[in-house]
């Protein structure tokens, strides 16, 4: 890691720890190496982060592209590997910028395959872009759940306790035969999503 990705990873570590009182099942299997896509639900601005902060290798995040115009946080947020999305345009620079992540810098990537926050912490309909990034790409899928996300108040509390599980990942042989043509990305994106449903099951 980089010195700066560094200090705001253990940064962020110590807050969920000790602030939000966060705890963990299932890091045994995060790849140790190698790009993978971390696909997990979204309920607070504080899930990337979060995550960021459990997993022991820099990964790469997509934000909003208007953060980037913000004199305090572009820098930050360039340095903490995150690249810019416009929001109403065009989804393939998107996924063209995923792909590039994936390929080209061999870097996980954190993606949300609801596309946006659901507060309620209820899973979404997830969006078929994930499938496309992963046919492209050929990477593991790593689901994960966070729990309470959408409480961190409770969680500081303690009436609630920030959970985050990792599940197994899925390779590319797995889903290879749900890609081979694009009515099959709709299946691998209710995959994924299933697999994070189980997770939250077993919460």
Do not use: W
Request: hydrophobic residues 40%; charged residues 25%; aromatic residues 8%.
């Amino acid at each position: 890691m980089k010195p700066f990705y560094t200090f705001v990873y253990v940064l962020c570590q110590s807050i969920s720890r000790v602030l939000f009182h966060v705890s963990v099942k299932g890091r045994e299997h995060i790849p140790k190496s190698g790009p993978f896509i971390a696909a997990s639900n979204h309920t607070s601005f504080t899930d990337p982060p979060l995550i960021g902060s459990l997993i022991k290798r820099e990964i790469a995040f997509l934000a909003k592209d208007e953060l980037f115009h913000k004199i305090i946080l572009k820098d930050l947020i360039k340095k903490l590997n995150s690249f810019p999305v416009k929001r109403g345009e065009s989804n393939v620079s998107s996924v063209k910028t995923c792909i590039r992540i994936l390929l080209d810098q061999k870097m996980p990537l954190l993606i949300f395959p609801e596309g946006t926050r659901i507060k309620t912490g209820q899973l979404g309909t997830p969006e078929r872009g994930i499938s496309f990034i992963a046919a492209q790409t050929k990477v593991p899928i790593l689901p994960i759940y966070v729990e309470n996300g959408e409480r961190l108040l409770d969680c500081a509390l303690f009436q609630k306790r920030l959970k985050v599980r990792f599940g197994e990942a899925i390779q590319y042989d797995d889903y290879a035969p749900l890609v081979k043509e694009k009515r099959g990305y709709a299946d691998l994106a209710q995959l994924i999503i299933s697999k994070i449903q189980t997770l939250k099951d077993e919460s």
